[in-house]
């Protein structure tokens, strides 16, 4: 494993064989169109260009939870937030040249019901050999090595707040499943 203050990788967590029948899971949901926290109601954004899907926490896609949980649960041995609550997962496809997602955080600072994201969760579902671009990368922290992020099954874990995004897809595609652990509101 490799950490920094603001984020813990761990390597090759998840096996390549894995990873394929977690391909193959996701791509059984139907996609929706990406959106973000700033964008109105049918509105576009160029802000994001990617396919998402959402995996609920049951059937074929409970492993994927519970290999979630048991990485933030033990992030947050060493961030120390209140977590309470894993959502559905989202299999989000960078499928063509172009698409990105910008510098973003993942809290949403306006949500009423009492909870933020904490800890972010991704996890790379892609062979390296199979993209060019797609780089996550933070924007005021120091970053991971790219070798290192890009190894499939790799799984980084980092503080929702911080400011991230993937540079643009030049070649191929890159999968990757997201997931956020909430709890009560950043203080």
Not at 71 to 76: E, S
Not at 102 to 117: C, F, I, K, T, Y
């Amino acid at each position: 494993m490799l950490n920094h203050p603001n984020w813990l990788l761990y390597e090759e967590v998840v096996d390549a064989e894995t990873c394929e029948r977690w391909i193959s899971a996701g791509r059984q949901v139907e996609p929706q169109k990406a959106t973000t926290f700033r964008q109105g109601e049918g509105e576009e954004d160029s802000h994001r260009k990617t396919q998402i899907r959402w995996l609920p926490n049951e059937g074929p896609y409970q492993e994927m939870h519970n290999v979630f949980k048991s990485i933030a649960l033990d992030a947050n041995q060493y961030f120390q937030t209140t977590i309470t609550t894993l959502p559905p997962l989202q299999f989000t496809e960078y499928s063509d040249v172009g698409y990105k997602y910008d510098m973003h955080h993942d809290v949403d600072w306006n949500r009423q019901d009492g909870l933020h994201r904490k800890i972010s969760i991704v996890l790379q579902l892609s062979d390296p050999e199979d993209y060019e671009g797609g780089t996550l990368s933070f924007s005021h922290t120091q970053n991971p090595d790219p070798m290192s992020l890009m190894k499939r099954g790799s799984i980084i874990c980092f503080l929702s707040y911080l400011e991230h995004g993937v540079s643009p897809i030049t070649g191929g595609s890159r999968t990757s499943l997201v997931g956020w652990f909430e709890g009560p509101r950043w203080r």
